[in-house]
C-alpha cells in the first residue's frame, strides 16, 4: 500500500496495512497509533518512517529516520515529505559500520574534528558504531561494560548522556529508544518536521 492509499482510505474488501517490499531507504508511511508496534522493529532496521497521526494525537519526539503529518493530510504534501524523508536516509546511509569508534589513544575522530573518550565510553561507542542506525540494546551494553557485575539502571544511562555530550561537536547523535536501547547515528543539520515543531520531549511516549 503506497502513500496515497492511506490517505483515500481502505476499499472494498480491503485489509490491514501490510509492509511491502522496498528499497532500505524508502520510508515507510504508517498511522499512529494503530501501527504504533511496528516501530521498534523499523527503527532496528533502519527504515524511514512517515507518521499520519490521527487528530487528536501528540506528536512524538522523532529521531533523524521518522517524520509526521497530522490526517487529514494532503496527498502532495505527504508526497513531498516522503522523498524529502527518503533524500535524508540515503544522506544517513553513508555512516559504514566501524566508521565511528576509538582508537587506541582513547581519540575518536569524525570528520575534521576529534573528541577525546574515556575508556568505559568508548565500549559504548564502538559497540554502537559498530552497527550504525541500528538499536543497541541496554542490556548488551552493561555486559560489554560491567561484565558479571550488577549495575543500577541509570548507570548505563548516566554514561550515555555524558558521552552524548561529547559527540555533539562531531555531528554524531545517540538517540534513546524507549524500551528497546540506543541507536548511533549522524545529526541532520536541520530536520525537516512535517508540520508545527513537536512538545517537549516530557509529554513524549517514545524517545528522548
Given at each position: 500500500m503506497d502513500a496515497l492509499d492511506l490517505l483515500r482510505g481502505p476499499g472494498p474488501g480491503s485489509g490491514p496495512l501490510a509492509p511491502r517490499p522496498a528499497a532500505a531507504s524508502e520510508p515507510e508511511v504508517c498511522r499512529w497509533p494503530r501501527d504504533a508496534h511496528r516501530r521498534a522493529g523499523l527503527l532496528a532496521q533502519g527504515r524511514p518512517c512517515v507518521w499520519l497521526l490521527e487528530p487528536g494525537e501528540l506528536v512524538p519526539e522523532l529521531g533523524p529516520l521518522e517524520d509526521w503529518l497530522r490526517l487529514p493530510a494532503d496527498p502532495g504534501a505527504l508526497e513531498d515529505l516522503v522523498q524529502?524523508?527518503?533524500?535524508?536516509?540515503?544522506?544517513?546511509?553513508?555512516?559504514?559500520?566501524?566508521?565511528?569508534?576509538?582508537?587506541?589513544?582513547?581519540?575518536?575522530?569524525?570528520?575534521?574534528?576529534?573528541?577525546?573518550?574515556?575508556?568505559?565510553?568508548?565500549?559504548?561507542?564502538?559497540?554502537?558504531?559498530?552497527?550504525?542506525?541500528?538499536?543497541v540494546r541496554r542490556g548488551e551494553l552493561e555486559d560489554l561494560v560491567w561484565p558479571g557485575a550488577v549495575?543500577?539502571?541509570?548507570?548505563?544511562?548516566?554514561?550515555?548522556?555524558?558521552?552524548?555530550?561529547?559527540?555533539?561537536?562531531?555531528?554524531?547523535?545517540?538517540?534513546?529508544?524507549?524500551?528497546?536501547?540506543?541507536l548511533l547515528a549522524v545529526e541532520p543539520p536541520s530536520p525537516t518536521r512535517g508540520a508545527t515543531s513537536p512538545p517537549s520531549p516530557r509529554s513524549s511516549p517514545w524517545s528522548n
Open positions: 524529502r524523508l527518503g533524500a535524508r536516509a540515503r544522506r544517513l546511509g553513508g555512516l559504514l559500520p566501524g566508521e565511528v569508534h576509538v582508537d587506541d589513544d582513547g581519540l575518536c575522530t569524525w570528520g575534521a574534528r576529534r573528541v577525546v573518550v574515556p575508556h568505559v565510553e568508548a565500549v559504548i561507542l564502538n559497540r554502537l558504531g559498530a552497527t550504525p542506525d541500528r538499536v549495575r543500577s539502571r541509570r548507570a548505563i544511562d548516566s554514561r550515555v548522556h555524558t558521552l552524548r555530550s561529547r559527540l555533539a561537536p562531531l555531528g554524531l547523535r545517540i538517540h534513546t529508544i524507549r524500551g528497546q536501547g540506543y
